[in-house]
């Protein structure tokens, strides 16, 4: 099956400092998501991008479908954005291993 | 609006004994799906329903059975619990196909078996 593989694993960060996750596919996926677990467990959804650029505040995120690449962007980052970062994709339901971010006041 | 809502929202169990955990969405959602998450990790896709009476198996199926008799309830039987289905499952709903469409995931269920 695809493999998806997130990068880095862990990620320290003092609030206001600026970040960017990774995602690869093994394989071309066309309908990628990205979704933020806090840390008391419940799953967000962020983003919906299967390719291009989409922008919510201070997160936005772009996917290069032809690479098989996403990457997310989170600036000015606050205490709040802790937690795991997943993306996921295909119709198969793929999750990648996630992103921990902590961000110390 | 509730959204997806998981019962329970914490349970243990015996080794061996069976129970069912509880999935409803007020989203009239035809997508539902259950993930089971081990500490740090991420979703395993155990089983989906793309409407009422149809299923099918994801990534992770053995030890687990659905049903989905509504739109609105996709319940999760465990029968003969093994302390490796010791995880936090969630349930999950999308109104089409699941990676077109944004999708609202339950708060989630930890089980442990022992």
């Known amino acids: 099956g695809i493999q998806v593989e997130q990068s880095p694993p862990d990620l320290i960060l003092q609030e206001g400092a600026n970040s960017t996750l990774r995602c690869n596919f093994s394989?071309?996926?066309?309908?990628l998501q990205w979704f933020h677990q806090n840390p008391w467990g419940q799953l967000i959804n962020l983003f919906y991008?299967?390719?291009g650029t989409k922008q919510n505040g201070r997160l936005s995120a772009t996917t290069v479908a032809t690479e098989r690449y996403s990457l997310l962007y989170i600036s000015s980052s606050q205490t709040t954005d802790s937690g795991v970062y997943f993306c996921?994709?295909?119709?198969?339901?793929?999750f990648g291993s996630g992103t921990k971010l902590n961000v110390k006041p | 609006n509730a959204g997806v809502t998981q019962t329970p929202k914490f349970r243990i169990l015996k080794i061996g004994q069976s129970m069912t955990l509880q999935c409803t969405q007020d989203?009239?959602?035809?997508?539902m799906y259950w993930y089971r998450q081990d500490p740090g990790m991420g979703l395993k896709l155990i089983y989906y329903?793309?409407?009422?009476?149809?299923?099918d198996k994801g990534e992770v199926p053995n030890g687990y059975n659905v049903s989905r008799s509504t739109t609105e309830d996709f319940p999760l039987r465990l029968e003969l619990a093994a302390p490796s289905q010791t995880s936090v499952y969630f349930c999950?709903?999308?109104?089409?196909?699941?990676?077109?469409?944004?999708?609202?995931f339950g708060q989630g269920t930890r089980l442990t078996v022992v």
């Open positions: 999950a709903s999308t109104g089409t196909e699941f990676w077109n469409t944004e999708a609202f």
């Open positions: 394989d071309s996926v066309n309908n």
């Open positions: 991008i299967p390719s």
């Open positions: 996921a994709g295909t119709n198969k339901f793929y």
């Open positions: 989203m009239n959602h035809n997508y």
């Open positions: 329903s793309v409407g009422a009476g149809i299923t």
